[in-house]
């Protein structure tokens, strides 16, 4: 059993038992059991294809409200760049700034100024001659954990740099209890303005960290509609924001690998095209690449499934809103980029990795070899059965996918209606033929 704390999850009551989020899960996560779908929480990663395809909004995210964190004494919110993309006509991120102030935040620590110091760190981590080269983005928990689950020879490759989410809540800490002494870190309380229920459940259950800094996320939809009620009775906005070009860029696809400087990057969006991508690289044929971003989400974070706005709109927003910004408003020391070069861990603990992602095995056969091989055996030989139309009616995404349900949690080939309709035809000719010796016989 997973002891991954999902942020996903199904509301039976409004399942109708369609086969739409069978078909887009991209680890065959779900399956369709007695009139209803039922979700894997080992092979599930969170992306939310499910929630998007559900045309009975079955599938949904859990998130934290507001009010839980009434009780903490200073409350800061860590607005993701994507946020700034959901309002139309703005053209000063310093009222979304400030209209989180309004909203009830003590503070707000943009995730931005941790990207663009990210993206800093890591232009001095590729000058290292001796890394695992193409290096892919871990930005994107969603594309971390799907190399965890389903590409285990790139785990190497993966950047080993804490995302700008957890830099951020770090640094958030770190400001709030050096200007506010009075306080403690039990007062202090870092919440997440999330995209996307992946950076959900990435809170829950830390990539590459073993405990993140941050207390807890909201949905950028459900915080939409509190600043859009509050950012207009703005006049002068309190809080000037801090972050420039880089940072913004970071909520589209492109914008990390763009910071780095660098032309020999690929960047992909959408969890089909990155799975193509991570398949090419798995097979060695992109040669010549430094750089690999993935973006689960269509457009980047701004197509996150806790969004408001559609991606393309919140992308042409952002682009609006970049005009008069300088290229990057934070940069790191001299000092700490030589430290980056040389990947001394010990020397920055604050920015590296502390756990790194390892291979999950969720979709091993078993773990002994021979009983695996014969596994395999048998399910190859059940999907040859199968049509192979991958039509879902059995409630498995694929018929292999349902064969090899079959060989490690039993059932009957004959739920294939195919299979089930050779087998009434069958009988409908053997009764035929029946009826006709009887009469014959009269």
Same mark, same amino acid.
């Given at each position: 059993?997973?002891?991954?704390?999902?942020?996903?999850?199904?509301?039976?009551?409004?399942?109708?038992?369609?086969?739409?989020?069978?078909?887009?899960?991209?680890?065959?996560?779900?399956?369709?059991?007695?009139?209803?779908?039922?979700?894997?929480?080992?092979?599930?990663?969170?992306?939310?294809?499910?929630?998007?395809?559900?045309?009975?909004?079955?599938?949904?995210?859990?998130?934290?409200?507001?009010?839980?964190?009434?009780?903490?004494?200073?409350?800061?919110?860590?607005?993701?760049?994507?946020?700034?993309?959901?309002?139309?006509?703005?053209?000063?991120?310093?009222?979304?700034?400030?209209?989180?102030?309004? &909203? #009830?935040?003590?503070?707000?620590?943009?995730? =931005?100024?941790?990207? !663009?110091?990210?993206?800093? *760190?890591?232009?001095? @981590? $590729?000058?290292?001659?001796?890394?695992?080269?193409?290096?892919?983005?871990?930005?994107?928990?969603?594309?971390?954990?799907?190399?965890?689950?389903?590409?285990?020879?790139?785990?190497?490759?993966?950047?080993?740099?804490?995302?700008?989410?957890?830099?951020?809540?770090?640094?958030?800490?770190?400001?709030?209890?050096?200007?506010?002494?009075?306080?403690?870190?039990?007062?202090?309380?870092?919440?997440?303005?999330?995209?996307?229920?992946?950076?959900?459940?990435?809170?829950?259950?830390?990539?590459?960290?073993?405990?993140?800094?941050?207390?807890?996320?909201?949905?950028?939809?459900?915080?939409?509609?509190?600043?859009?009620?509050?950012?207009?009775?703005?006049?002068?906005?309190?809080?000037?924001?801090? &972050? #420039?070009?880089?940072?913004?860029?970071?909520? =589209?696809?492109?914008? !990390?690998?763009?910071?780095? *400087?660098?032309?020999? @990057? $690929?960047?992909?969006?959408?969890?089909?095209?990155?799975?193509?991508?991570?398949?090419?690289?798995?097979?060695?044929?992109?040669?010549?690449?430094?750089?690999?971003?993935?973006?689960?989400?269509?457009?980047?974070?701004?197509?996150?499934?806790?969004?408001?706005?559609?991606?393309?709109?919140?992308?042409?927003?952002?682009?609006?809103?970049?005009?008069?910004?300088?290229?990057?408003?934070?940069?790191?020391?001299?000092?700490?980029?030589?430290?980056?070069?040389?990947?001394?861990?010990?020397?920055?603990?604050?920015?590296?990795?502390?756990?790194?992602?390892?291979?999950?095995?969720?979709?091993?056969?078993?773990?002994?070899?021979?009983?695996?091989?014969?596994?395999?055996?048998?399910?190859?030989?059940?999907?040859?059965?199968?049509?192979?139309?991958?039509? =879902?009616?059995?409630?498995?995404?694929?018929?292999?996918?349902?064969?090899?349900?079959?060989?490690?949690?039993?059932?009957?080939?004959?739920?294939?209606?195919?299979?089930?309709?050779?087998?009434?035809?069958?009988?409908?000719?053997?009764?035929?033929?029946?009826?006709?010796?009887?009469?014959?016989?009269?």
């Amino acid at each position: 059993m997973s002891n991954i704390k999902h942020s996903v999850y199904l509301q039976l009551e409004k399942c109708k038992g369609c086969t739409n989020c069978v078909k887009r899960c991209p680890t065959e996560a779900i399956r369709i059991h007695d009139g209803h779908s039922v979700i894997n929480e080992d092979r599930c990663i969170d992306c939310g294809e499910c929630i998007r395809h559900c045309p009975y909004k079955a599938k949904t995210a859990s998130y934290d409200k507001l009010e839980k964190f009434s009780g903490y004494k200073w409350k800061i919110a860590l607005p993701a760049p994507a946020l700034y993309g959901q309002f139309d006509n703005l053209d000063d991120i310093d009222y979304v700034v400030s209209g989180l102030l309004k &909203c #009830g935040f003590d503070d707000v620590f943009e995730v =931005g100024r941790a990207a !663009e110091l990210v993206s800093e *760190f890591t232009r001095a @981590y $590729l000058s290292r001659p001796n890394i695992v080269r193409p290096v892919i983005s871990s930005a994107c928990p969603v594309i971390a954990r799907l190399i965890s689950v389903r590409f285990p020879y790139l785990c190497d490759n993966l950047l080993p740099i804490i995302p700008p989410v957890e830099l951020a809540a770090r640094m958030a800490r770190k400001e709030a209890l050096e200007k506010h002494p009075e306080l403690t870190d039990r007062d202090i309380c870092v919440v997440f303005i999330s995209p996307c229920p992946a950076k959900v459940s990435y809170i829950r259950n830390p990539l590459g960290v073993e405990k993140s800094a941050i207390d807890g996320a909201i949905a950028m939809s459900e915080i939409y509609f509190k600043l859009v009620s509050a950012m207009p009775k703005i006049e002068n906005p309190e809080r000037a924001s801090e &972050c #420039g070009i880089i940072g913004i860029s970071w909520a =589209g696809t492109g914008g !990390e690998a763009a910071a780095l *400087f660098n032309d020999k @990057y $690929l960047s992909a969006d959408g969890i089909e095209n990155c799975i193509k991508v991570l398949d090419e690289i798995e097979n060695e044929n992109f040669a010549g690449l430094e750089f690999i971003e993935l973006n689960a989400c269509h457009g980047g974070c701004v197509g996150g499934a806790l969004t408001v706005e559609n991606p393309f709109i919140a992308k042409a927003r952002l682009q609006n809103l970049r005009r008069y910004l300088p290229v990057s408003e934070n940069h790191i020391t001299g000092e700490q980029k030589e430290e980056m070069a040389t990947y001394n861990i010990s020397s920055r603990p604050d920015v590296v990795w502390d756990a790194p992602i390892e291979y999950s095995p969720v979709t091993a056969l078993n773990s002994d070899r021979l009983a695996a091989m014969k596994m395999m055996a048998d399910i190859q030989q059940i999907n040859n059965m199968f049509p192979q139309l991958d039509c =879902g009616a059995c409630g498995a995404p694929t018929c292999r996918a349902f064969a090899e349900d079959i060989v490690r949690h039993g059932g009957d080939a004959s739920e294939c209606i195919f299979l089930m309709r050779e087998r009434i035809r069958e009988f409908y000719k053997l009764n035929t033929k029946k009826e006709d010796e009887n009469d014959d016989g009269k």
